[in-house]
């Protein structure tokens, strides 16, 4: 869930910059090695390979049902050992990278500016970091640009390169450097992640790049706050972890995005089921408000358009998401709109309709959500609903067929025990004027407006 906030946070944010009409070049890098891998893939007695590749199926995966835009590149690691052995050397010529017996590592001493993204000074990083004990280092707060592979541990299925060093495989650090500025030059605009990355890996990852080239490595940083549990880090240390395909299994993925994006993304998120279902039941009133106005024939985009309509009505959204990508209130700007909608069409106003139907989606589809054909969403949770409570849609028919029989004899006892079978299954009967119809329990009496509190 944590890594959920991460990619649609920033999600957004390519979406949003693409509506303000800029070019964008987004890159998310694979890890695909590390000692936590290889760990894992002795355990598990597969290959590091072959776990990875598991690994990156089921995170684009993941992401996919989340609605995250594909990125422009997606580079692996261990496609640019070359570009980071080329960067460890001119840190080595530069003496800010030092070798001690086929390792290699980064001098922090040498760069005076370590410390300058966190905010620390380098003698009080010791205390409570990550360190490697190695007594070979020069200082504790040097970091591993290089880790030298023996011949035993490559036998054992570890992998390793050839390197001026000898035979051996990167840090975690170095291949961010490497990648990014080779493909989005030096220095680029934003650089993304969670607020656990700023210290140690940003902040090496500034040591290095601007260490070897003499120029900033990135203009801007941006940090997303943790997802918490009762007031607790969610994190695999605690055991507090909740999977992405875990929610899916209940709700849709789309109604975890909404309840991501309903907290600015620098605030802490308690997480709850309960809330995502709050949330699922706002999707549900936008769906069935799109839904309302595709059967008056009024249509709007199916994507992020760019750049985004200037027309007044999205002006509040605009100010909420240039106001350092306040998604919260981006979400109730989204939501009054849908109001405004129902209203319209409450009201017969046709041509009002249709210009409300357009902003509407237009603001969700800068946010990701609302874009899949309404009837179709809709359908798919009737039949999530079905399948739950164990039931056909055609037992739900015959029900409510009986129902009407039994309403016509005014057999009232009978009307009503067949409501509440179907109430105690989770499908709640609605009578109107153009008849009885059904809707899932789930989806609340009246699905509220917008999110709650945290918009």
């Given at each position: 869930?944590?890594?959920?906030?991460?990619?649609?946070?920033?999600?957004?944010?390519?979406?949003?910059?693409?509506?303000?009409?800029?070019?964008?070049?987004?890159?998310?890098?694979?890890?695909?090695?590390?000692?936590?891998?290889?760990?894992?893939?002795?355990?598990?007695?597969?290959?590091?390979?072959?776990?990875?590749?598991?690994?990156?199926?089921?995170?684009?995966?993941?992401?996919?049902?989340?609605?995250?835009?594909?990125?422009?590149?997606?580079?692996?690691?261990?496609?640019?050992?070359?570009?980071?052995?080329?960067?460890?050397?001119?840190?080595?010529?530069?003496?800010?990278?030092?070798?001690?017996?086929?390792?290699?590592?980064?001098?922090?001493?040498?760069?005076?500016?370590?410390?300058?993204?966190?905010?620390?000074?380098?003698?009080?990083?010791?205390?409570?970091?990550?360190?490697?004990?190695?007594?070979?280092?020069?200082?504790?707060?040097?970091?591993?640009?290089?880790?030298?592979?023996?011949?035993?541990?490559?036998?054992?299925?570890?992998?390793?390169?050839?390197?001026?060093?000898?035979?051996?495989?990167?840090?975690?650090?170095?291949?961010?450097?490497?990648?990014?500025?080779?493909?989005?030059?030096?220095?680029?605009?934003?650089?993304?992640?969670?607020?656990?990355?700023?210290?140690?890996?940003?902040?090496?990852?500034?040591?290095?790049?601007?260490?070897?080239?003499?120029?900033?490595?990135?203009?801007?940083?941006?940090?997303?706050?943790?997802?918490?549990?009762?007031?607790?880090?969610?994190?695999?240390?605690?055991?507090?972890?909740?999977?992405?395909?875990?929610?899916?299994?209940?709700?849709?993925?789309?109604?975890?995005?909404?309840?991501?994006?309903?907290?600015?993304?620098?605030?802490?998120?308690?997480?709850?089921?309960?809330?995502?279902?709050?949330?699922?039941?706002?999707?549900?009133?936008?769906?069935?408000?799109?839904?309302?106005?595709?059967?008056?024939?009024?249509?709007?985009?199916?994507?992020?358009?760019?750049?985004?309509?200037?027309?007044?009505?999205?002006?509040?959204?605009?100010a909420a998401l240039d106001d350092d990508l306040n998604t919260a209130r981006a979400v109730a700007v989204l939501f009054d709109l849908v109001r405004e909608l129902?209203?319209?069409?409450?009201?017969?106003?046709?041509?009002?309709?249709?210009?409300?139907?357009?902003?509407?989606?237009?603001?969700?589809?800068?946010?990701?959500?609302?874009?899949?054909?309404?009837?179709?969403?809709?359908?798919?949770?009737r039949r999530r609903a079905l399948a739950a409570a164990g039931l056909a849609a055609g037992e739900v028919a015959r029900c409510i067929a009986e129902r009407a029989?039994?309403?016509?004899?005014?057999?009232?006892?009978?009307?009503?025990?067949?409501?509440?079978?179907?109430?105690?299954?989770?499908?709640?009967?609605?009578?109107?004027?153009?008849?009885?119809?059904?809707?899932?329990?789930?989806?609340?009496?009246e699905a509220p407006a917008r999110p709650g509190p945290r918009a």
């Open positions: 869930m944590g890594h959920a906030r991460v990619f649609v946070a920033f999600d957004v944010l390519h979406r949003w910059l693409r509506a303000r009409g800029y070019q964008v070049t987004f890159v998310r890098n694979i890890t695909d090695v590390d000692d936590r891998m290889i760990e894992r893939a002795r355990a598990e007695g597969v290959s590091v390979a072959a776990l990875a590749e598991r690994n990156i199926a089921e995170f684009r995966r993941d992401v996919a049902a989340l609605g995250c835009l594909a990125p422009a590149r997606e580079p692996r690691a261990t496609e640019w050992i070359e570009a980071m052995i080329e960067l460890i050397r001119r840190l080595e010529d530069k003496r800010l990278a030092y070798a001690v017996g086929g390792d290699v590592y980064y001098a922090v001493r040498g760069f005076p500016d370590y410390g300058k993204l966190s905010k620390r000074r380098l003698e009080d990083m010791i205390a409570g970091a990550r360190v490697e004990v190695d007594e070979r280092k020069r200082d504790p707060m040097d970091f591993a640009l290089w880790k030298s592979v023996s011949a035993a541990s490559e036998a054992a299925g570890e992998p390793a390169w050839p390197s001026p060093w000898g035979r051996g495989r990167p840090g975690w650090h170095i291949e961010c450097s490497a990648m990014s500025t080779a493909l989005l030059g030096q220095p680029f605009d934003l650089h993304c992640g969670g607020e656990d990355l700023i210290f140690p890996h940003h902040e090496n990852e500034i040591a290095q790049s601007e260490g070897a080239a003499g120029k900033p490595f990135a203009r801007g940083f941006l940090h997303n706050s943790f997802v918490r549990i009762n007031e607790e880090k969610m994190s695999k240390s605690l055991g507090n972890v909740f999977a992405i395909r875990d929610i899916a299994e209940r709700l849709p993925a789309e109604a975890l995005r909404l309840f991501l994006i309903s907290t600015h993304y620098r605030s802490p998120m308690d997480f709850s089921l309960e809330a995502v279902a709050e949330s699922f039941r706002a999707l549900v009133r936008l769906y069935e408000t799109l839904a309302r106005a595709d059967a008056r024939g009024a249509r709007g985009p199916q994507a992020a358009p760019a750049p985004l309509p200037p027309t007044p009505r999205l002006e509040p959204l605009v129902n209203r319209a069409l409450d009201a017969g106003d046709v041509a009002a309709a249709a210009a409300l139907r357009r902003d509407v989606s237009a603001a969700a589809a800068v946010l990701g959500v609302g874009e899949r054909r309404s009837e179709e969403f809709l359908d798919a949770e029989a039994a309403r016509s004899a005014k057999d009232w006892k009978r009307a009503d025990e067949l409501r509440r079978g179907l109430a105690a299954a989770g499908i709640v009967l609605e009578d109107g004027a153009a008849g009885t119809t059904w809707r899932p329990a789930s989806w609340g009496a």
